[in-house]
């Protein structure tokens, strides 16, 4: 592996004043936070927390009601073309089309973002995430385990310094997200690229991330290392911390106002 | 993993040959794999031609008239094909990303919206060529028909034909995406709606008069005024593709517009995280290719 050096200080990712709103309903309260280069974050919270919602308004899917996003120094609102070609996103929830092939899917999304030696790219990711035994079958002919990893080679074509995933790992057996889980945060640390993930597997972020962003009903309740979480908590597993941020226990309870 | 490959700095491109290409090159693939999707090209336009080719042939042995009109109903029909397909060729397209549930896939990388637009629009010039092609040659084989016959008017017939059914299939796109695959009919029938006003089988001096002021606002109208010109008069009626032309570009930019302004409003409403997800078309009750697919 080679290490990439990280000239720029600014910030991946940087989140001022957050907001949706759909009609009555706050998806999004305000937030703001900022992700250091080459760090993977984990977004935590429980259903219609918000960690979607925010994913998808860095992405551009969704237009936030207020606030502003810049990614890799760049205004989404302003600029978010200039930006594209640099970043990636992967989901469970997103598909690949089932009749194209795995080597045709990454070849389309290989000159969608321009990528200069797609035929290389597409042979380096067939080792790094195991895909040459299926390259040439039917997307739809894959099982779950297959599809995941075809999905991430589709979220590294471009090797995208910084990736977005949402619940990455959901539906998979321990195994394969395991295996996903290893191969992520080789691509991290080996290319410096900056990871924000949205996750409900505690020990998947408590193995991946270096740092974690806990959000609750559209707002961050807590922020920190997953140990430092723990730790702070005064409990054994962050899955415990989710716990009592989730229903309001332990220290989650006497918080008046959260960090 | 391996060491990694860096690749050159990126360079931004306001528009991209290269990913309208590549756009292309996703629907030639899924067109190769899918023998069913290049039949269904073919098998409409050929059971139309069949159909009003043989009317015209009973038509043509009890009317004088029609007889004198040779080919004016397979004509129609054709050209009102040119149109149908145009809208299809584009919509179709675009529902197979929201089939597939690729569409987030699409709207997160480079790929710009006026890119995506120039890529369906060429390749429902692809599909509808496929069709048409094989079915106009054996028009002339079986009812001596020959669409090509009409020389260079074809060519301003078609144009004004597949812009109007880009016009129409890009707002239909703009609606499915907003509201997702709950929209799905209108790819299907809003066409139709045109056929009774733009005049297609009948000139439009058949039509009230106040009909005729919707009519001559569409521009297949002008296209198959056109048509019988030619083939009752034996004359090109070069103004009436002029007007037609003109017509079309307003609709072009206007659903363009509607189009941007239809994406913005399902970023706002959050409705493009949700895309490919089923929804039922509970108030029509049609059975869509999107319904087929789900439950296969």
Redesign the interface.
């Known amino acids: ?2 290490a ?1 050096t990280v000239s720029d200080d600014t910030p991946a990712i940087e989140v001022e004043g957050l907001t ?1 709103v ?1 009609k009555a309903l706050t ?1 999004v309260a305000g937030i703001s936070f900022a992700i250091r280069r080459g760090s993977i974050t984990g977004l935590l919270g429980g259903n219609g927390a918000g960690k ?2 925010t994913i ?1 308004m860095i ?5 936030p009601t207020g606030g502003i996003i810049r990614v890799l120094g760049h205004d989404m609102a302003a600029e978010r ?2 930006v ?6 992967e ?1 469970p ?9 795995v080597r ?1 899917n990454l ?3 290989a ?7 797609a035929r ?2 597409i042979d ?1 990711l067939a ?2 995430l195991d895909l040459a035994d299926f390259l040439d079958r ?1 997307v739809g002919k894959l099982s779950a385990g297959q599809k995941t990893r075809v999905a991430l080679a ?1 979220a590294l074509i ?2 995208p310094e910084v990736v977005l995933l949402d619940e990455p790992t959901a539906s998979l057996d321990p195994d394969t997200g395991d295996w996903i889980r290893t ?1 992520l945060t ?2 991290s640390r ?2 410096a690229a900056t990871i924000l993930l949205a996750s409900h597997n505690m020990p998947e972020v408590e193995r991946l991330c270096d740092d974690v962003i806990m959000m609750k009903a559209g707002k961050i309740v807590d922020r920190a290392a997953p140990q430092a979480l723990i730790d702070k908590y005064g409990r054994t597993t962050l899955e415990d911390v989710f716990l009592d941020v989730a229903r309001g226990t332990g220290i989650a309870g006497a918080m008046v106002d959260p960090p | ?8 700095p ?5 528009v ?1 040959l ?2 309208i ?3 292309l ?2 629907y030639f ?2 067109l190769r ?2 023998w069913p999707r290049l039949a269904e090209l073919i098998y409409w336009p050929l059971v139309q031609m069949l159909m009003w080719g043989f009317l015209q042939t009973y038509l043509n042995r009890h009317s004088g008239f029609l007889a004198a009109a040779g080919g004016s109903l397979i004509g129609a029909i054709m050209l009102w094909d040119v149109l149908i397909r145009g809208q299809l060729g584009l919509s179709v397209s675009f529902l ?1 990303e929201m089939w ?3 569409m ?9 919206p006026g890119e995506f637009l120039a890529a369906l629009m060429a390749m429902s010039l692809v599909r509808m060529f496929v069709g048409l092609v094989p079915v106009s040659l054996l028009a002339i084989w079986f009812f001596g028909f020959n669409l090509w016959g009409l020389g260079l008017g074809l060519v301003a017939f078609f144009a004004n034909l597949l812009l109007t059914g880009w016009a129409v299939g890009v707002v239909v796109s703009g609606v499915i995406l907003r509201n997702g695959l709950g929209a799905e009919g209108l790819a299907w029938t809003l066409m139709f709606l045109l056929l009774p006003l733009c005049a297609v089988f009948y000139p439009v001096a058949t039509l009230p008069g106040f009909l005729q002021v919707f009519a001559w606002m569409l521009p297949p109208t002008y296209v198959f005024e056109g048509m019988r010109a030619i083939m009752f008069e034996h004359r090109f009626r070069g103004d009436l593709m002029a007007e037609a032309l003109s017509i079309n570009a307003v609709f072009i930019a206007a659903a363009c517009f509607a189009f941007l302004r239809l994406v ?1 409003s399902a ?4 409705s ?2 949700a895309i ?1 997800e089923y929804r039922p078309p509970a108030t029509t009750g049609m059975v869509t290719k999107s319904s087929i697919e789900t439950c296969a």
């Open positions: 592996m080679t990439m949706k759909y998806a979607t919602t998808g992405l551009g899917l969704i237009l073309h200039l594209l070609h640099r970043i990636n996103f989901s929830y997103v598909a690949l089309p089932n009749r194209l092939t045709q070849r389309v999304f000159r969608l973002y321009g990528v200069a030696a290389r790219r380096e080792v790094d039917e589709k471009n090797a191969r080789a691509y080996s290319r | 993993m391996n060491a990694p490959y860096v690749s050159p990126p360079v931004y491109a306001a991209s290269a990913r290409a590549a756009m090159l996703r693939y899924l794999s899918s197979e597939s549930r690729n987030a896939n699409l709207l997160i990388s480079p790929l710009r913005d970023r706002r409403i959050g493009l995280m490919g």
